[in-house]
């Protein structure tokens, strides 16, 4: 059981707005950072997931993905369990024997993360010394990195910040004198192609994508470098390009219109394009995404919600819940808040939102028994018991697996809240 520490509203100084910060430790409930491998595979072509664990490993990550494998999958488990107890050499080679076949299986493999997790045998295992041993091995057709998915390092969006922040330092050095745009956080190739192609029609040439679809297309990077975070949870990786040179672009993340546009601007900023030709690009997408949205806001409008910490994702989508959808914002908790990436998002919460960074459980269901919001966002363990209590709930992982950035998904973001609402007042009809 972990240690409780009561909580403890503290004032911050974030930006313009000084909304309270409440800080919450105890026990935790959200999945790991393992989960990560779920979008991240299908994001990254010739790359494999190697997860280095156990069995409950293989299962959480069997369960959590094994309805949405279709094709041979690319990630596995090299189980290192109680056989392995012996010794760290059996467990060195079990690993070895583990990617030997794997790689002589599947030549198509270009990048293979050796993934750490919280067993006991595998924290004794220098996945660090094994991945560069590995390297060398296959080195060049395979490059072999490493980080770790453990669940006492990493809640599930951590993962992804971890991997990414362990690939920085492949990237090549931008030797280039202009300067690029690095988007940074795993999008949906439908997201990234619009994005993609709202940024070129702003008139920005260069922009790059990381992680990239393909791990031989790497972008390079400088002090010629600006980036955006498509993703909130990335604090790793932007020190890391940081250390690199390159400069982050502080924005909202592009969720709604709202958010995207904002985001777009951040850009146009950067590189000195003026918001007018922003808002000439954005026109026919944003009045889209405004038509798809009024749909939703008849059902959400004026109701309540409460945010179980869980993706980082939830600063984000309360400021769009509440600024486009007219929601009503109960508690906004999120597993760990930067402050400084949120900054923008925090001005635009309104200052009766109660924000808690961290996660004491036991009081968090006592505060949403009490207030009985209409809608609920959470972990998978909390859903079906708060739902069996007769709260209607949203499962947060499914924020993260479903393409809900720019324009043209603003209308799909609004339906996965407006949904369980609408299914709720049928049930109940
Ligand atoms: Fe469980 Fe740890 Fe494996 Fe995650 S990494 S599935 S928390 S044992």
Known sequence: MSAVIPLQAVKREVGCNDIPVRVERGQREVFCGLTGIIWMHRKIQDAFFLVVGSRTCAHLIQSAAGVMIFAEPRFGTALIDERDLAGLADANEELDRVVQQLLARRPDIKLLFLVGSCPSEVIKLDLSRAAQRLSRVYSPDVRVLNYSGSGIETTFTQGEDACLASWVPELPADTGASERLLVVGTLADVVEDQLRGLLKGMGIAQVDFFPPRRSTSLPAIGSNTRFLLAQPFLADTARALEARGAKHLPALFPLGVEGTTQWLYAAAQAF??????????????????????????????????????????????????????????????????????????????????????????????????????????????????????????????????????????????????????????????
């Open 272 to 429: 000195g394009i003026p918001t007018s030709r922003v808002d000439e690009v954005t026109q026919a997408p944003r009045q889209r995404a405004a038509q798809a949205l009024s749909r939703h806001r008849a059902l959400l409008e004026n109701r309540s919600i409460f945010f179980f910490p869980d993706s980082q994702l939830e600063i984000p989508l309360a400021r769009f819940l509440q600024r486009e959808l007219g929601m009503q914002l109960t508690e906004v908790g999120t597993p760990y808040l930067h402050r400084q990436h949120m900054a923008a998002e925090l001005a635009l919460l309104p200052e009766q939102a109660r924000v808690t960074e961290g996660q004491h459980v036991e009081n968090q269901l006592d505060r949403c028994h009490a207030e009985s919001p209409d809608l609920v966002v959470c972990g998978l363990g909390l859903a079906n018991p708060l739902e069996a209590q007769g709260l209607t709930t949203k499962w947060s992982i499914e924020l993260v697996f479903t393409p809900i950035q720019g324009y043209e998904q603003a209308g799909d973001l609004a339906g996965l809240f407006s949904r369980p609402l609408d299914r709720r007042t049928r049930l109940v009809a």
